[in-house]
């Protein structure tokens, strides 16, 4: 069976410099074509003689490293070319990686990526692979041979249970701490130390695969993760053609890179059930409670309850709620509309991860004319202490936390791109949150006024910081802007009275007033890209760095970077 790779990864950051291999002639000037075997052996091979073979086949696109990137392509099966910008030396060695990304530029750690959304009938578009580094003999015809290993791991899934056979798998999805999404492998050409995935939740999707009798004949899904990941027991969901069935599972996987791991998953197992539990009951109480406009209850048909009065617990069918996006639903009070679950008295929201289909975090508009404000989906809910977002969210709106005053825990998964304005204003008791590297902007005054934020990272690709972005955070003690920030809005550093180092990676064209407003800045050690002193323009910060002076303020210190 012929499979193609076609992932694509992120960027890595500096790697130890390794070159290349015998020259041929020049393909046209300024350019030189190597030329070298894969082995066949124990690359794209069966990892045991269930799972599914690999061959190479002619495209098939690599990253060949010398002291940069470049791209190779398999000519033909086994045979790879790589064409280079100058000449390589005798002696020097290379190594490679597969599949070919044009952000891998550069060597020391490359980030792979295990995509979240897999085909369940083969593992041929997720498992990423490096080679071992290789020493060319000069004066060979080829320049040598690539040894190449599997980085994943291969979840085997056997699907069964006898009251089940007449059903056939659509899905499934596992849900543990960092098992897909961009993950690094160190020192790539000898033995990889890999971190772990940014995203929690890998989809196998599968075409009917009939749902066996017995382990015997169990129907089969596969499933590749990012390797050494799972440190938690982590949850199967199963979704086939009547209905969707999970279940925690009973020890955590050892997951490692080439390894193949068979995962029994019996249907009739009391373990897997078609409900999950709200385990603060006061959110189930209101979906329980909910009524529409006309009245009626969306939800109480797909619910069920065990016990009475406060020691009621609430059940909620795990295929409804993947089906519900929650911005299709309001409260309707005497002085307008707002969205269902804000200014409520909850501590714990776990179980929203379920709700995949809200891939937003919206605001209501239609709020009446005694509010200013739009209202943001959790606004209010002053006892929200923690809470598990879905892994399918792209957006989190404007105020969408604001005022969760006891928020202390929040998961944002990596499928996040855009965080809203003031979308965590007055989460006083937040100290540290790990941003998506998808975002690109942070609103304006997202976190203002997070006054236990001790720790913030923020991802390389975002280029714009808001307004009061961190305006009244006392905690924060240091923060790097990224490369890609050009400007600082008004007051985002105002009352950020524990500063003590700042780090701009970028030159700063445009500067806001009052950016540092009742902030004493002889405390700081202030970090600039080397491009600040020759900015030009009418809105660039003026500098002094013998006086140590920039924007209007007198620093600690002032670092030119190299």
Known sequence: MRKIFTLASLAAAAMMLFSCAKETA????????????????????????????????????????????????VTSAGIATATFSSELSDGDKVYA????????????????????????????????????????????DVSGTFKMHNLGAVLKFQVYGTSHTSETV?????????????????????SPALAEGDADAVTATASSVAVGSSADDAGIVYMVVA???????????????????????PSALDLKANDLVTVPLNLNNSSFTKYFTFAD???????????????????????????????????????????VDLNNYTTEEED?????????????????????????????????????????????????????????????????FAHCTALESIKIPS????????AFFGCSALKSINLPTGITSLGNGVFRE??????????????????????????????????????????????????????FKGVINAWGSSVFLDVDTTNIDLTLASGQSSASGDKVPALDVENKTFGGYTFKSITISE
Not at 98 to 125: R, W
Request: net charge negative; with cysteine.
């Open 26 to 73: 020049p393909v046209q000037e300024g350019q030189y074509s190597y030329t070298f075997n894969i082995a066949t052996d124990n690359t794209k091979a069966v990892l045991n003689e269930d799972a599914t073979a690999y061959e190479w086949v002619d495209n098939d696109a690599i990253n060949v490293y010398a002291s940069s990137s470049v791209k190779g392509t």
């Open 97 to 140: 990686t597969f599949p070919y990304s044009e952000c891998n530029s550069a060597t020391g750690s490359v980030v792979f990526s295990i995509p979240a959304e897999q085909d369940g009938a083969t593992i041929k578009d997720a498992m990423p692979m490096y080679s071992e580094a290789l020493e060319v003999e000069a004066g060979s």
């Open 170 to 190: 659509t899905s499934i999805t596992y849900a543990a701490e960092g098992i897909a999404g961009n993950f690094a492998s160190v020192d790539i050409t000898n």
């Open 227 to 249: 390797p050494a990941a799972a440190s938690t027991t982590g949850t199967i969901t199963v979704k086939t053609s009547v209905d969707t069935y999970t279940a925690t599972l």
């Open 281 to 323: 009951p006061n959110v189930g109480a209101i979906f329980w409670e909910y009524k529409d406009s006309e009245g009626n209850n969306s939800f109480q048909e797909y619910m069920k309850t065990v016990g009475e009065d406060d020691d009621k617990t609430y059940y909620m069918k795990y295929s409804f709620a993947e089906d």
């Open 336 to 400: 307008g509309k707002y969205p269902l679950l804000c200014f409520s008295d909850f501590e714990s929201f776990n179980e929203f991860r379920y709700f995949i289909s809200t891939t937003s975090l919206s605001h209501t508009k239609d709020v009446g004319t005694n509010r200013n404000e739009d209202c943001g989906f959790f606004e209010f809910c002053e006892k929200l202490k923690n809470i598990i977002l879905p892994y399918t969210l792209t957006q989190i709106g404007t105020n969408a």
């Open 415 to 422: 499928s996040v791109t855009t965080i809203g304005e003031y």
């Open 450 to 503: 997070c006054k236990a934020l001790e720790s913030i990272k923020i991802p390389s690709n975002v280029t714009t910081i808001g307004e009061y972005a961190f305006y009244g955070c006392t905690s924060l003690t240091s923060i790097e802007i990224p490369s890609e920030v050009s400007s600082i809005g008004v007051r985002t550093f105002d009352k950020c009275t524990g500063l003590t180092s700042v780090i």
